[in-house]
Every structure is written in structure tokens, then in C-alpha cells.
């Protein structure tokens, strides 16, 4: 009988931990008999066969290496840019994966990987996933690889721009990575004692933001530390977003959900520069200078902490686990000490946003941290 030949795949924005369960998936499928093959740059390397050799030497080392070995990408199977044109490559993976002889596929990525991953299964493939993103915002898992390196590196930066902030009396703004989910900007604001948190999930007026900086002063206090998503949007911005994204589900037609789209695209290009935006205007509220750090790729790179490491090689295995048990169409989700599985069709096209009562709010709002969404005392 010939062996279980499963490929694996990394898509989507990198995430440190990605290697650690390339190895852990690569690992257990070999212990288990099988065969692995890597594809290269996500779902372009179904598209154009390209892939590379997975063995026991080349996962040997990988394990603390930040980035992903097969390479990713953001490109969508159903529209993927070929030779300058927008193609829908769907019946070419699925002819590719049947030549690579593969039984399963393991693809780990986010929210946006699994609305593709959705469309291959229909497609005929037999698809396993795995939750990484440093935004934590994948549904139906505690937690996904890249969240606590990004934490980490977000909070160790927070602690580094107190002492400046400090001893210029300077509000310094941190923007933390999270367009549309906060939990990073949360997380990291509140183990590194930010006076303001802003994220997308609670809509601030500056004027809030202003008042509680002024306090401090008033208190002898005349530095300020704000953490602020990407995303975080001024209360009047997010109504307009909110109702755009309406009149979007609500579109009797193709032209009106058009015209939502766009004007989305449009809102979205509008927010750029929102964060020096925000440090002018507090500047001007404050009389305190302003200053502003952005944190991007950095948050990203580099190599996974050690709870990084163990989730990535708990849900590796866990996933081997479930395609040895022929359960398709899975994501290996995360919970307490163990792992489930989780239809992808449950997953795929949903966000896990910060509830505006979660814990880490109450307990944050507990130490006097300012959200920004109501005056303050
Ligand atoms: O990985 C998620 C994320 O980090 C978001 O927080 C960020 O806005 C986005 O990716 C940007 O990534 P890229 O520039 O690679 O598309």
C-alpha cells in the first residue's frame, strides 16, 4: 500500500511560530508513516507546482527560526494575479494536488486563509488548518501561533518608550499592529502599562483621550504612554464604517454592493496617517508634545517564544492526528491544555473581536486605563 502523502502550506501574513509547526505537522506525519511535501508561497505554489523537499533533515533546526521555510502569501485561488491578469486558478490546484499524489493538505493561516481554504475544499481537496495570526483574531481557538511573540515584542517596546516619554514629558504614541481586532494593542497596552488603549472594538472621541492626559498632568504626571490598534477608529469615523458596512450586507444588488466596497476602500485610504493624526491633535488638546512609534513588521519577525513553540507543536500534531483519522475540512483549534477540531465552514469568514466586557477591558478600565469612549473622572 503506498503511504499517506500530505503537503503542507503557509498563507497569508507571516507569524512567528510558523517553522515550529511546519516541524511539529512534519514530524508527526513521518513518525506516522507518511510522506510530507512542502509548497511554496502558499496558495501560489498549488497554482504553479511549486514546491519544496520536506524531511527529517530539512525540519531538523527550524524550531526557533522566525518567518516560515516554504515561504507565504497573501494570493486567493479564486482570483489570483497570473502573468498580469486575474485568474481563477481553483481547477489548477485541484489538478496540481491530484499530480503531487497528495491524500491531505495541511494549511496554516488565518482569517483569510480559511475563506480560501473554504473555496479548495469544495473543490475536492481534503484540507486540514491550523490558526496563526499575530492579531489573535481567528474564532473557535483560545489563542493562535504568532499572538504571544507579538505580545512579547509589542509589551517589550511599550516598556521601552516609558523611560523616553518619561524624561522628555512627552505623550508617545505606540500603534500596534490589528486593523480590525484589537487583542494585540489590548494585551500588550495592558502588561506594559499604557495610560490609553485604543482599539477598533471601542470608538473614541480624542477629547476623552485629551481629558485623561490632562489629568495625569494635573496629578504631577506629565508623560503619557498610548497604545492604538491600526485600526482604532474616532467615534464619528466609525459610525460612517459601520453604516457603510450595512448598507453592504443590506445591497439589493451587484452595483449597490459595489458602491459599498468602494466607499469602504475609500474609508479605509482615508484612515491612513490616522495615528499622526491623533498626535497632532493631542498635542493641540494637551499642550504636551507628541510623538509616535509604529511598530509593524518588527512585531512580526524574528524568533517565536517558547509558548509559541509548544502551541505550534501541539496543533502540528494534532492536525497529523485528524488526517490519520480521515477527519477533512478542520481546523486543530487551541482549548485550555487540549486541542479540538472545528469545521472550517464554522470558521471560515468570521472574526473573533474583543467583546467590549471581556475581562482584559474590566480589569483594565479597573487600573484607570483610559479607552477613550467616555470623559473619565
Ligand atoms: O498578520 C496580520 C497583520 O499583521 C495585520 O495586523 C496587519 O495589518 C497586516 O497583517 C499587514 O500585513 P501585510 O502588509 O503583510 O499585508
Not at 34 to 54: H, P, Q, S, W, Y
Not at 159 to 172: E, N, V
Request: glycine fraction near 12%; charged fraction near 20%; include cysteine.
Amino acid at each position: 500500500m503506498s503511504k499517506t502523502r500530505v503537503g503542507i502550506l503557509t498563507a497569508g501574513g507571516d507569524s512567528p511560530g510558523l517553522n515550529a509547526a511546519i516541524r511539529g505537522a512534519g514530524k508527526a506525519a513521518l513518525d506516522a508513516g507518511m510522506e510530507i511535501v512542502g509548497i511554496r508561497d502558499g496558495f501560489r505554489g498549488l497554482a504553479e507546482n511549486l514546491t519544496i523537499k520536506l524531511d527529517k533533515r530539512s525540519l531538523a533546526g527550524i524550531l526557533t527560526v522566525g518567518g516560515t521555510v516554504l515561504g507565504t502569501g497573501r494570493d486567493k485561488p479564486q482570483a489570483m494575479e497570473m502573468n498580469g491578469r486575474i485568474r481563477d486558478m481553483r481547477s489548477t490546484i485541484a489538478r496540481n494536488y491530484r499530480k503531487l499524489k497528495l491524500d491531505a493538505l495541511v494549511c496554516l493561516g488565518g482569517g483569510g486563509t480559511h475563506k480560501n481554504v473554504l473555496r479548495l475544499i469544495e473543490a475536492g481537496l481534503n484540507i486540514v488548518t491550523i490558526p496563526k495570526t499575530i492579531d489573535n483574531d481567528v474564532v473557535l481557538t483560545d489563542t493562535a501561533i504568532g499572538f504571544d511573540t507579538a505580545l512579547d515584542i509589542a509589551t517589550t517596546a511599550i516598556d521601552r518608550l516609558h523611560s523616553t516619554a518619561h524624561s522628555h514629558h512627552r505623550i508617545i504614541i505606540a500603534e500596534i499592529m490589528g486593523h480590525r481586532a484589537g487583542w494585540l494593542a489590548l494585551g500588550a497596552g495592558i502588561a506594559g502599562g499604557a495610560d490609553v488603549i485604543l482599539i477598533p472594538e471601542i470608538p473614541y472621541d480624542v477629547h476623552n483621550v485629551a481629558a485623561a492626559i490632562r489629568r495625569r498632568k494635573q496629578y504631577g504626571t506629565n508623560f503619557s504612554i498610548v497604545a492604538v490598534a491600526e485600526g482604532a477608529l474616532p467615534m464619528r469615523e466609525a459610525a460612517r464604517v459601520a453604516a457603510v458596512v450595512r448598507h453592504k450586507k443590506q445591497a439589493k444588488n451587484k452595483t449597490e454592493k459595489r458602491l459599498a466596497k468602494a466607499e469602504l476602500l475609500q474609508l479605509q485610504e482615508a484612515h491612513a496617517g490616522h495615528t499622526l493624526r491623533l498626535a497632532r491633535q493631542l498635542e493641540a488638546l494637551t499642550h504636551l508634545e507628541a510623538r509616535v512609534t509604529i511598530l509593524g513588521y518588527v512585531q512580526r519577525g524574528g524568533t517565536p517564544t517558547s509558548a509559541d513553540r509548544l502551541l505550534a507543536t501541539r496543533l502540528g500534531a494534532a492536525a497529523v492526528r485528524l488526517i490519520q483519522q480521515g477527519q477533512f475540512g478542520m481546523m486543530v483549534a487551541s482549548r485550555g491544555d487540549d486541542t479540538r477540531a472545528v469545521p472550517i465552514a464554522d470558521v471560515a469568514g468570521r472574526l473573533k473581536l474583543v467583546p467590549p466586557d471581556h475581562s482584559w477591558i474590566t480589569s483594565a478600565r479597573s487600573v484607570g486605563t483610559c479607552f477613550g469612549d467616555h470623559p473619565g473622572t
